[in-house]
């Protein structure tokens, strides 16, 4: 079975600073992916980034980047310069690597991120 | 181009009773879900389906939920003699055929009461 583990229920950054929100996660498939989501206080889940577990480098998009540890078993999102408009939960998440379930993701607790100006 | 869209977007229904939540894809995502999100449980897969293949059932709750998906496109999920434990946010996403990653996009949900 996979599980996925945020063991910070929240975090607070300081505008214009970075901020690692911290995941790990539970598998014995040596194939997965790795993704974030943001949550906004209006509810809809925003596609952040993804790391395939046979990625040689971290993912990287515009401010988010992911630390991917394999052998830690750890994938955890850092946001640079935090924006104001970053303030949200944050999901992480694991796809099945493959059979008919190949979509499904296992979600983690969420981490609550509010960004103080 | 439009996203996922879900309707209604929020349905208060008295306990017993049936209700469906419809959920409308990004056009041309092979790939559809319904996940649940509340408080004691989080985020939880319900249902997938791909394609023709059929669909993987493994996290329906009980036989009071079911779902369908017809012409590729359009799903409705229907939870039959609802309960107070139903209550949530029902989210629905799709993916695109033929992508490495198989990102979800989501639509705004779906928030159910049930009194």
């Known amino acids: ?117 | 181009g439009a996203g996922v869209s879900q309707s209604p977007s929020n349905k208060v229904t008295e306990k017993g009773k049936d209700v469906e939540l419809r959920c409308d894809p990004i056009s041309g995502h092979t790939a559809l879900y319904w996940y649940r999100q509340s408080l004691g449980q989080g985020l939880e897969f319900l249902i997938y389906f791909q394609g023709n293949s059929a669909p993987d059932k493994s996290g329906l709750p009980s036989d009071r939920f079911s779902a369908e998906r017809t012409g590729g496109s359009v799903s409705t999920l229907t939870i039959q003699r609802t309960q107070q434990e139903d209550s949530a946010v029902y989210l629905c996403a799709s993916s695109p055929p033929g992508t490495v990653t198989y990102e979800q996009y989501f639509g705004p949900g779906t928030r159910l009461t049930v009194t």
């Open chain 1, 1 to 117: 079975a996979q599980k996925i583990t945020q063991t910070q229920p929240g975090m607070f950054v300081q505008e214009k600073e970075a901020v690692t929100l911290d995941c790990t996660y539970d598998t014995s498939d040596p194939s997965y992916g790795l993704f974030w989501y943001k949550q906004p206080s209006s509810g809809e889940m925003i596609f952040l980034i993804y790391q395939g577990s046979y990625d040689q480098q971290n993912a990287t998009e515009g401010r988010y980047s992911l630390n991917f540890q394999k052998a830690r078993k750890s994938a955890n999102l850092v946001i640079s310069a935090s924006q104001l408009g970053d303030s949200a939960m944050y999901f992480c998440a694991m796809r099945r690597p493959g059979g008919t379930s190949y979509g499904k993701l296992t979600f983690g607790q969420g981490t609550i991120l509010t960004v103080h100006p």
